[in-house]
T-cell receptor, first 115, second 115 residues
Framework: GAVVSQHPSWVICKSGTSVKIECRSL??????MFWYRQFPKQSLMLMAT?????????EQGVEKDKFLINHASLTLSTLTVTSAHPEDSSFYIC???????????FGQGTRLTVV | AQKVTQAQTEISVVEKEDVTLDCVYE???????LFWYKQPPSGELVFLIR??????QNEISGRYSWNFQKSTSSFNFTITASQVVDSAVYFC????????????FGKGMKLTVNP
């Protein structure tokens, strides 16, 4: 199956700093990228949906100025957690889709710890 | 609105036992897709199955089988002769249309298989 490569797999950062997470589609063009967040022992919740070349659409309750999403190319989407705080510590995972008729694929996930 | 309910939160079995994970969904769409994912302790999401709403045939893949019943809006997953390696959190999910739309996840069910 298609591959979405997500990096880093884990990161520890200091409170107040920013962290960038990258998702690359290796063998297909990801027209759409979904970004999910999973707090410990909870389910995955959609944060935002981005389409290549367009502004991301954020789910209710997700701060767009805090979670910056860039999807400038068909093979790369990034999520930047700005001014991170301990409550942002979570598992972040992307899911790339080529079009509405094909399956979408998850990245490996990034475990963010803010200290 | 779409909703996925996994009523069981945690199940513990002994190796070689059969176990069924329940999933009940709600949607107003006539076309939709149902998924099961496995999330081992490492965190990545392992795709298990994708089924569209027009295909009610049950499916078997090795020790895994799925029972899709539109009449009860259920998509249950059975593991036969469970193994320790099956220990993980299992998520049922639902999406609209072509399957590459956003996924709505159930809360997940933690399965522990003891030797």
């Amino acid at each position: 199956g298609a591959v979405v490569s997500q990096h880093p797999s884990w990161v520890i950062c200091k409170s107040g700093t920013s962290v960038k997470i990258e998702c690359r589609s290796l063998d297909f063009q990801a027209t759409t990228m979904f970004w999910y967040r999973q707090f410990p022992k909870q389910s995955l919740m959609l944060m935002a949906t981005s389409n290549e070349g367009s502004k991301a659409t954020y789910e209710q309750g997700v701060e767009k100025d805090k979670f910056l999403i860039n999807h400038a190319s068909l093979t790369l989407s990034t999520l930047t957690v700005t001014s991170a705080h301990p409550e942002d510590s979570s598992f972040y995972i992307c899911r790339g889709a080529q079009d509405s008729n094909t399956e979408a694929f998850f990245g490996q996930g990034t475990r963010l710890t803010v200290v | 609105a779409q909703k996925v309910t996994q009523a069981q939160t945690e199940i513990s079995v002994v190796e070689k036992e059969d176990v069924t994970l329940d999933c009940v969904y709600e949607t107003r769409d006539t076309t939709y897709y149902l998924f099961w994912y496995k999330q081992p302790p490492s965190g990545e999401l392992v795709f298990l199955i994708r089924r569209n709403s027009f295909d009610e045939q049950n499916e078997i893949s090795g020790r895994y089988s799925w029972n899709f019943q539109k009449s009860t809006s259920s998509f249950n997953f059975t593991i036969t002769a469970s193994q320790v390696v099956d220990s993980a959190v299992y998520f049922c999910a639902l999406s609209e249309q072509g399957g590459s739309e956003k996924l709505v996840f159930g809360k997940g069910m933690k399965l522990t298989v003891n030797p």
